[in-house]
């Protein structure tokens, strides 16, 4: 399994539109072959700030998304609109028995 983190830090200006776009862009990830979970957060610490949490089955699920037209879309729009370059962290997990 991979886990996805992002984030976006938006512009006091655009924060309502980046969410607007970002709720938009993890309903239909969800609906992708290999999404296990995709949400987006505001950071209650800086309402400024969106936090992505993903989970995809494997790496070819990942890339397939990357390679969706709407989700490249959906990253120059939030580009624009952030105050800095947003972050993309993968990192690879296996579901661990306690």
């Known amino acids: 399994m991979l886990i996805v983190t992002g984030s976006i830090h938006a512009r006091p200006d655009t924060i ?3 969410e607007t776009l970002s709720l938009s862009h993890v309903r239909r990830s969800r609906q992708e072959p290999g999404c296990l979970a995709h949400s987006v957060h505001r ?3 800086d309402p400024l700030h ?3 949490v993903e989970q ?3 790496a070819d699920a990942l890339r397939t998304h990357f390679a969706v037209p709407a989700s490249n879309q959906f990253v120059h729009q ?3 609109l952030a105050a800095r370059r ?3 962290h993968v990192f690879t997990a296996e579901v661990a028995s306690l």
């Open 16 to 18: 309502d539109e980046a």
């Open 56 to 58: 995809w089955a494997d």
């Open 86 to 88: 947003p972050e993309l």
């Open 78 to 80: 939030v580009t624009a």
């Open 50 to 52: 969106l936090v992505f």
């Open 43 to 45: 950071d209650v610490e």
